[in-house]
């Protein structure tokens, strides 16, 4: 029943649940032409993490992170190398677009 719902929006898994379930169907659902507010939020939720620990991870305060995700401000030049980076490192097939 929990499957049928997500696939007829009436709920959507918890964030905690989304890297297992990336996992079972062997591809990321969540990918598609992406900022990279987008692309943030989309690995941020394929590895079950908050903004908060994200923010801890890449160094910055959680605050600047929402903004980065919402597309309202920018990373400085050496920092957007830094994040796309990190989110290369991440090369596993679960975090790779689908085409």
């Not at 079972?24 to 990279?36: H, I, K, R």
Request: charged fraction near 25%; glycine fraction near 10%; proline fraction near 8%.
């Amino acid at each position: 029943m929990t499957v049928y719902n997500w696939e007829n929006n009436r709920s959507a898994p918890l964030l905690p649940h989304i890297p297992k379930v990336i996992k079972f169907l062997g591809y990321d659902p969540y990918t598609t032409n992406e900022t990279l507010g987008e692309r943030i939020i989309r690995v941020r939720r394929t590895l079950g993490m908050t903004q908060k620990e994200l923010a801890r991870k890449l160094g910055v305060d959680p605050g600047t992170l929402g903004y980065w995700e919402r597309g309202e401000r920018r990373p400085i030049k050496g920092l957007e190398e830094k994040i796309n980076g990190f989110l290369a490192s991440l090369n596993t097939p679960s975090l790779k677009p689908q085409v």
